[in-house]
């Protein structure tokens, strides 16, 4: 399809407990982007995907987080014992090949992750 | 490293006025620039971009110039409606598949 799928759109997940979101990008993009908004609109990179590979994972926090994107699934991001400060909306993004961004990013609709 | 500031909001106009909302980059080599609105309760939608010195993108009555010399990519459109009313992101990528880069938002409010 022409858009990018994010699953659930709504997550509330208890202090400690395990957050795994979903992204389907569109079919032929080639590279999918993780970012974090948190309450005051901030965008944060967390990490970035060549097809399955790791492209650029300079954004995640490396002790909770983790992702991935492999064949014929959609990518995931999990967040192992979640903290009240990971509450944010979560959103994906995909893009063709092409480099610098040429074709633009097409983002999904977001998960909003709240923990209490 | 590579940065992104727009000027800060909220930003508040009547109907049918000017808009203008600034945004200055710093980057190494040729970014591409992008500016995305996003309307409340929803995702990112990618407004307009240009990739290169001097290109203009242009969408839905919005318009912004590439201007190496100042290193800007200011937003502008001659007659907002009530219906523009959402938070617009600066953006820019630089050096291949990088990540975008954003600015902090800039809330827009428009009044009949």
């Known amino acids: 399809g022409e858009e990018v799928a994010q699953t659930p759109k709504h997550l509330v997940r208890g202090e400690g407990q395990k957050a795994k979101l979903y992204c389907a990008p569109i079919?032929?993009?080639?590279?999918v982007f993780w970012y974090q908004q948190v309450l005051k609109n901030e965008f944060k990179f967390l990490i970035s995907?060549?097809?399955?590979?790791?492209?650029?994972e300079t954004g995640m926090p490396k002790e909770r987080f983790s992702a991935k994107c492999l064949p014929n699934s959609p990518c995931s991001l999990e967040i192992q014992a979640t903290k009240l400060e990971d509450s944010a909306v979560y959103f994906c993004?995909?893009?063709?090949?092409?480099?610098?961004?040429?074709?633009?990013?097409?983002f999904g609709s977001g998960t909003r992750l709240t923990v209490v | 490293g590579n940065s992104v500031t727009q000027m800060e909001g909220p930003v508040t106009l009547s109907e049918e006025a000017f808009l203008t909302i600034n945004c200055t980059y710093t980057?190494?080599?040729?970014?591409?620039l992008f500016w995305y609105v996003q309307y409340p309760g929803e995702g990112l939608q990618l407004l307009l971009k240009?990739?290169?010195?001097?290109d203009k993108g242009s969408n839905k009555g919005f318009e912004a110039t590439y201007r190496k010399e100042t290193t800007s990519f200011h937003l502008e459109k001659g007659s907002v409606q009530v219906s523009d009313s959402a938070v617009y992101f600066c953006?820019?990528?630089?050096?291949?598949?990088?990540?975008?880069?954003f600015g902090a938002g800039t809330r827009l409010a428009v009044h009949p």
């Open positions: 993004a995909s893009s063709q090949s092409g480099g610098q961004g040429l074709y633009g990013y097409t």
């Open positions: 079919k032929g993009h080639s590279y």
């Open positions: 995907f060549q097809n399955e590979n790791v492209f650029d």
């Open positions: 980057a190494t080599g040729y970014p591409s």
């Open positions: 240009a990739t290169k010195a001097d």
């Open positions: 953006a820019l990528s630089s050096g291949g598949y990088n990540k975008l880069i």
